[in-house]
């Protein structure tokens, strides 16, 4: 599986740890922040915009807080966005809602956890089934 993942200058240094991780669970890794110090908003386009383009399976963003860049990305049409803080969340919504980018927050989610967070996240798939009708609603709204 491929991806995405960014996070502005908050991030950066939890944006660095998950991506290691990621790289070595087996996954192919876009950083579309690489060395770069942005906002929270051009991380969070950047990401969406990979993932909207089918050049990544999913996307990771990571800011202070994840409200930001959760609101960033949840704009795109065909992204399902969720703002995470812990790992059941992230597996729920991912077998449940199709959800093909998360959001973390750097101030309140601590390494370990996030590191949790983003294996749920990973090895979550979507269920299907009676679920595709909210997808289907969401992504109407774009």
Do not use: P, W
Not at 36 to 54: L, P, Y
Not at 99 to 120: F, K, M, P, Y
């Amino acid at each position: 599986m491929k991806i995405a993942i960014g996070s502005d200058a908050f991030g950066f240094k939890l944006k660095e740890v998950l991506k290691q991780h990621v790289q070595a669970s087996g996954h192919a890794v876009v950083d579309v922040t690489e060395g770069e110090h942005v906002d929270f908003i051009e991380s969070s386009q950047r990401v969406a915009q990979v993932v909207v383009a089918n050049e990544a399976d999913r996307g990771i963003v990571i800011d202070a807080y994840g409200s930001g860049s959760f609101m960033v990305a949840s704009k795109y049409k065909h992204i399902v966005c969720a703002q995470i803080g812990d790992e059941h969340s992230a597996k729920m919504t991912r077998e449940h809602n199709n959800t093909t980018v998360i959001t973390l927050g750097a101030a309140i989610t601590g390494e370990q956890l996030a590191l949790s967070i983003i294996d749920a996240f990973l090895n979550a798939d979507y269920a299907g089934g009676r679920h595709q009708i909210r997808v289907d609603m969401l992504n109407k709204l774009c």
